[in-house]
């Protein structure tokens, strides 16, 4: 369901709304988070009647103009989804049309993260408060585990104790996106560090083994609102910020995990296109074109293919040359 609870005159109804979406087989949960958003904004805006308005389906699209494109149309997709159910009831309740999304060419740009920023990010995040505490390990476990795997951050936030195998170094994936499971091998630096980071959690209640892997402070499972705020906190504190001072999102981690991985079978002298279906399936993607939009280029990437590049038209004129 959403990160918090839902408290607005619509409560019931979106909460019912979300019931018979889980109910067909539907998995809601990400979209449920957003209504969740929706839900507060009513509740900001003192809302009183069960009833959705043009006015108040308006002012929710200009509340979202803060964020980037894709962002607004995943948010209000949802939102209209709701009003389609409340007109079924209501058919004086308003039905907005649907913001267009932009395609990924024209989304924001990824933010693709230098090894040593990362190193920085891990260092500060070592200094988080309360001193003494787990949070500081949590969120080093986080960014480490995300840029080192590039799992999805709701992947990680729903990793159990059992998920991690120490001693085969791997991760399962329980339910990713579209529902897929999936086993996630762990170089043995991450490996070493999950361990590190669970003999300091085990001291922690609950620590069964489908507790959660990640702890918060009040000992329960991450949620996006808070680790978004620290991670916003932590990348001022790096002076890592660009795109009018917002900085990168947490997501691009995962688009910086893919593009190393590319420029280390580049390097190493690897057959990429082979490669990139098995790339696909480490990342959850369903196919080879949703990974194909992580492949950003950078100035590393392109010096690499064009040295493959180079190294391949040398080797043909000396083999002609040799023919002939």
Request: contains cysteine; aromatic residues 8%.
């Amino acid at each position: 369901m959403s990160a918090w609870t839902l408290c607005s005159c619509l409560a019931p109804q979106i909460e019912t709304f979300i019931s018979l979406r889980q109910l067909s087989g539907t998995d809601y949960h990400s979209q449920a988070r957003l209504l969740g958003y929706f839900d507060r904004f009513l509740d900001e805006q003192d809302l009183q009647q069960s009833r959705l308005t043009r006015e108040i389906c308006e002012h929710y699209q200009q509340n979202l103009a803060r964020l980037a494109p894709r962002s607004q149309g995943n948010r209000f997709c949802v939102v209209r989804q709701l009003c389609e159910y409340l007109a079924c009831a209501d058919p004086l309740s308003y039905i907005p049309e649907s913001i267009r999304s932009p395609s990924w060419q024209q989304a924001q740009r990824p933010y693709i993260f230098a090894h040593e920023q990362v190193g920085t990010l891990l260092s500060a995040a070592a200094k988080l408060p309360p001193p003494g505490s787990l949070r500081p390990h949590t969120y080093q476990t986080l960014i480490g585990l995300l840029y080192s795997t590039g799992i999805r951050i709701g992947e990680a936030f729903a990793l159990n104790i059992e998920h991690f195998l120490p001693d085969e170094r791997r991760l399962y994936i329980a339910e990713g996106k579209f529902r897929k499971s999936r086993w996630v091998v762990l170089s043995r630096s991450t490996s070493r560090a999950l361990e590190q980071y669970l003999d300091r959690r085990m001291g922690k209640k609950p620590n069964a083994q489908d507790a959660p892997l990640l702890l918060n402070e009040r000992r329960q499972r991450l949620c996006h609102p808070t680790v978004h705020k620290t991670y916003r906190d932590l990348l001022r504190k790096c002076g890592i910020m660009h795109d009018n001072r917002k900085g990168p999102r947490i997501h691009d981690l995962r688009h910086s995990f893919a593009v190393r991985r590319l420029l280390a079978w580049y390097r190493d002298g690897e057959d990429v296109n082979a490669r990139l279906p098995a790339l696909a399936t480490y990342m959850g993607h369903v196919n080879i074109s949703s990974t194909q939009v992580y492949l950003q280029p950078t100035a590393e990437l392109l010096g690499e293919v064009d040295r493959r590049f180079h190294d391949h038209y040398l080797k043909n004129l000396v083999s002609k040359g040799s023919r002939s």
